[in-house]
């Protein structure tokens, strides 16, 4: 249990629920082809939409750590800036102490995040608002945008900021995709000057984007391989 801010130092790992959350999915999940460059973060994204019919939407939201230095992931040169202050709040041990697992995630914020940059959906209706490829692909690099650009779009805190930023189906184009080292038929939005983001119909109501910052593409195979439980 968690007191006034504090996580008691036998407080469960939240990884493991994620993890036995992630196996009992009952559809396949996709993901970045595993490569020396990047590791997946150690929670996974779920959302879930219901409506009077049940369960009418789910997700699984994969984030990356990356590496741009893989053979050496202590090279400094792998490290974002970070100002002092929350240099500290990452690296500072409080009196109380910390969970392994929460020093060990704490770690992690000195290294570039491909925040959500995989997302498989499935649908219960092929009536859902995004429940197409290129209609998931333009919500998926929307939301990546609004939450990891927001800076660089000049959005400001909070809502609002206008639409002129986002993007619309208008730039999606038909695209191979590479998955399990298989091209399939996809799509893709490659004109974006922040993202580029690629997706396919994994099956019948379930669909994959994949989004990555354009900064960590030399880095970064788009390749994508189906998540083994």
């Not at 992931?73 to 709040?89: A, I, K, W």
């Not at 219960?124 to 990546?144: C, I, K, R, Y």
Request: net charge negative.
């Amino acid at each position: 249990m968690e007191f006034g801010g504090v996580t008691p130092l036998d407080a469960p790992d939240p990884s493991l629920a994620s993890e036995a959350r992630l196996r009992a999915c009952a559809f396949p999940i996709i993901e970045l082809k595993p490569q020396p460059s990047i590791a997946r973060t150690p929670i996974t994204g779920f959302t879930e939409s219901r409506g009077s019919a049940g369960l009418f939407e789910s997700s699984v939201r994969f984030s990356y750590t990356l590496w741009r230095y893989p053979e050496d992931r202590s090279d400094p040169r792998n490290e974002v800036e970070l100002d002092e202050r929350t240099r500290r709040s990452i690296d500072e041990e409080p009196p109380w102490g910390r969970p392994d697992w929460l020093r060990e995630q704490a770690r992690l914020f000195h290294y570039p995040i491909l925040w959500e940059a995989v997302r498989t959906s499935w649908y219960g209706s092929a009536e859902h608002p995004t429940g197409t490829v290129p209609l998931q692909m333009v919500d998926h690099v929307n939301h990546v945008l609004r939450n990891s650009f927001r800076e660089q779009l000049g959005l400001p805190a909070g809502p609002g900021g206008g639409d002129e930023w986002k993007a619309s189906v208008s730039a999606v184009v038909p695209s191979t995709v590479v998955v399990d080292g298989e091209a399939r038929e996809g799509v893709r939005i490659d004109t974006d000057p922040w993202v580029s983001a690629v997706g396919f119909p994994v099956s019948e109501r379930v669909l994959c984007t994949a989004v990555v910052a354009r900064d960590a593409l030399p880095f970064v195979d788009l390749e994508l391989s189906t998540f083994r439980v």
